[in-house]
């Protein structure tokens, strides 16, 4: 009697919608895995793309970072080192320890002009950037020199004027250069005075070389304020950064670029963005960043002012990768939904559906996020969107008429998608309210589910005709 009773049993589990429930999450969790896969593609186009970004920047000029100018002065400090033994009694021993001198710049003002323009690798594209860097301002070392201690002396003859910078290949030539009312006669290489060493928090994207120009000091010697000019025709790729290091720092950047991002240590005092570009000064004092205003560099010592770096970012104000890897974070989201829609229409129309429906259903909506990838890489991304969507919506629509026996019915499926599609986009182009549309639809769908199933029987038809 027992085995007789068992199948009617599952039968009527089967038959029940918390079996299907069940089911749906099955699949669901089944479905994550071509979401992961395409999750993965996803972010290994956008690493190719790095790479096509990469490799055009490197045979244009890396990311411009650039610091300085400051003062560089070879020293020397002596020491009397004394050391007693029985055997030999009292020894002195002489001491040198090689040093350099950093002197920073009483006043600095950077002014960059830049034209922009976009190259392409294949379907890979990366903003570029040429114009002229003018570096001016003055030095005063008479406090640094009197700084220093009786056992401590410097060569002053050998002072060299050195601009870090993040690629030597940038650099396309020097207009004009001048320390007082001599010419300075610049050479490639910043002497191992980094300033940075990786362009700032994520900024850069490798570690800095030897980059920059220096020159030798001529009449250094003489010594009091000494007037500054440098002005260095230069490209470069992505973004600009530069380094507050003088006693007070003034920084304007300009270009024609339309959608500039302002990022790093400071934002600019001034600022003016428009469809013809954007133009951004800043004004800084060395008050408001720790970075001395002279210092002794010893062998074996670094110093990177990476935190104070700040700049503008060349930003494009869609970026294809970035959007598709949020579109894929809420996958899952808008997977559940026309399931629940489907689930939804099979109880009304009282129309069982196998559970193979609701898995193609399921794989449709993740070729959505498939479709959206391929076309954004060569379309406008809105464009690619309305596609994708219109492909898939249009496809569940008519395959819900070939499932439910009223092809009315069929119709609120497309509304259903139409509507999560809406609601996504809103989600990728809203980022500071992304996280309360979300939050609110998903409470709108739960409480509409709710509402729709208040009274339903979960065991079943049976269950509820034997209540």
């Known amino acids: 009697m027992d085995n007789n009773a068992k199948p009617p049993i599952f039968k009527k589990f089967t038959r029940g919608y918390t079996f299907k429930v069940l089911m749906l999450i099955v699949l669901v969790l089944l479905l994550l895995i071509p979401l992961s896969m395409i999750r993965s593609?996803?972010?290994?186009?956008?690493?190719?793309?790095?790479?096509?970004?990469?490799?055009?920047?490197?045979?244009?000029?890396?990311?411009?970072?650039?610091?300085?100018?400051?003062?560089?002065?070879?020293?020397?400090?002596?020491?009397?080192?004394?050391?007693?033994?029985?055997?030999?009694?009292?020894?002195?021993?002489?001491?040198?320890?090689?040093?350099?001198?950093?002197?920073?710049?009483?006043?600095?003002?950077?002014?960059?002009?830049?034209?922009?323009?976009v190259r392409r690798r294949g379907i890979f594209s990366v903003p570029l950037f040429s114009g002229t860097l003018v570096l001016s301002g003055s030095f005063d070392p008479s406090a640094a020199l009197a700084g220093l201690l009786p056992q401590e002396a410097v060569a002053s003859g050998q002072a060299e004027l050195v601009i870090a910078l993040s690629g030597q290949k940038?650099?396309?030539?020097?207009?004009?250069?001048?320390?007082?009312?001599?010419?300075?006669?610049?050479?490639p290489g910043n002497r191992e005075h980094n300033l940075f060493l990786s362009g700032g928090r994520g900024y850069g994207t490798q570690r800095v070389g030897g980059g920059g120009i220096s020159a030798v000091l001529s009449r250094f010697e003489e010594g009091g304020e000494t007037d500054f000019t440098i002005s260095i025709e230069i490209q470069g790729g992505r973004l600009i950064r530069v380094l507050p290091i003088a006693q007070d720092t003034h920084v304007g950047i300009a270009s024609d670029w339309p959608s500039p991002s302002f990022q790093g240590a400071f934002l600019p005092s001034e600022s003016t963005v428009g469809e013809a570009g954007f133009s951004a000064s800043w004004d800084i004092s060395y008050l408001s960043r720790d970075i001395p205003l002279f210092l002794k560099k010893y062998d074996g010592d670094n110093y990177g002012y990476d935190e104070s770096l700040f700049g503008v970012d060349f930003f494009r104000s869609i970026d294809t990768y970035f959007l598709n890897t949020r579109a894929v974070k809420y996958a899952v989201l808008f997977l559940i939904v026309p399931f629940l829609t489907l689930f939804l229409l099979e109880i009304f129309t009282k129309r069982r559906i196998h559970p193979v429906p609701y898995l193609l259903s399921g794989i449709g909506n993740a070729v959505f996020y498939l479709l959206l990838l391929s076309l954004s890489e060569q379309i406008p991304f809105y464009a690619a969107y309305l596609i994708a969507a219109l492909a898939v919506t249009i496809l569940l629509t008519l395959y819900s008429r070939s499932l439910l026996p009223s092809r009315g019915k069929s119709w609120y499926m497309g509304l259903v998608v139409t509507l999560s599609y809406v609601l996504l986009y809103a989600v990728l182009n809203a980022e500071s309210y992304a996280l309360l549309i979300g939050s609110v639809g998903t409470f709108f769908v739960i409480a509409l589910v709710m509402f729709l199933t208040r009274r339903l029987e979960w065991y079943g038809e049976d269950e509820q005709e034997k209540g």
């Open 41 to 117: 593609l996803v972010n290994e186009r956008g690493r190719t793309a790095a790479e096509a970004e990469s490799d055009i920047m490197e045979a244009w000029g890396k990311e411009l970072i650039a610091a300085g100018p400051i003062i560089t002065i070879p020293g020397v400090k002596t020491q009397e080192i004394i050391t007693r033994s029985e055997k030999e009694g009292e020894k002195v021993e002489i001491v040198k320890t090689p040093f350099t001198l950093v002197i920073s710049p009483r006043r600095l003002n950077i002014d960059g002009v830049f034209k922009t323009e």
């Open 170 to 187: 940038g650099i396309r030539k020097i207009n004009a250069a001048s320390w007082g009312n001599d010419e300075l006669f610049f050479q």
